[in-house]
């Protein structure tokens, strides 16, 4: 199966292949039910691309990186700190947030994109310290729900032979979507033009 890069937008097929494609198509009559080698219709380009964007609307707020009980590590030292003692939950997480924020955290973006509540903070504390005097890698344990659970993700290893479980940078649903379509518009795009050019129609055998 021979290719021809030299007219990629009219055909991809050689000359030869095109000849026996074009016999072929007005030999075999489908039982009756002709297929001419027109253009895609223009509608269904734009229908294409509308279900394309719509898709990625609808799972938008599925996107980014999972919360890990790494970023809430802060949250939960100043729990315990002098300044939070005797405030309302609501007053002690706005100064918990204020505080973090200030200090120029790291993954301050993530804390912003995953906001807790005080009750929230309280089912995790006492995992997340257990954890820390485990001395495991925080990064390593995702939120999920009121528990942290090891992540399912399996990376590099160590040399110790453990495996990193970091959430990697591929898997954050618009890199993976973005994939896909390129994956997938290039592969139909490839497969029509294995067909001769537009420019020449079968006869189906006279029908």
Known sequence: MAWKFDNPLGTLTTDDQNVSAK??????????????????????????????????????????????????????????????????????????????KAS????????????????DLRLIRDQLIELKQQGVDLREYNVLGNKLVLANFEGNRRADGTVERYQPWWDKGYTIAGFFIIFFTIGVVTAIKRLPENSWQPTHGGH
Request: glycine share 6%; proline share 7%.
């Open 23 to 100: 016999k072929l198509w007005n030999e075999e009559t489908l039982g009756n039910i002709t297929e001419d080698n027109k253009r895609l219709p223009q509608p269904v380009v734009g229908l294409m691309v509308l279900t394309i964007i719509t898709a990625f609307m609808i799972t938008f707020p599925l996107w980014g990186k999972r919360p890990t009980a790494a970023i809430y590590a802060p949250y939960i030292e100043m729990m315990s700190s002098p300044e939070v003692q005797g405030k309302s939950d609501a007053e002690a997480m706005a100064y918990i947030v204020s505080q973090v």
């Open 104 to 119: 120029g955290f790291e993954w301050q973006s993530e804390l912003e994109r995953h906001p807790l509540e005080m009750d």
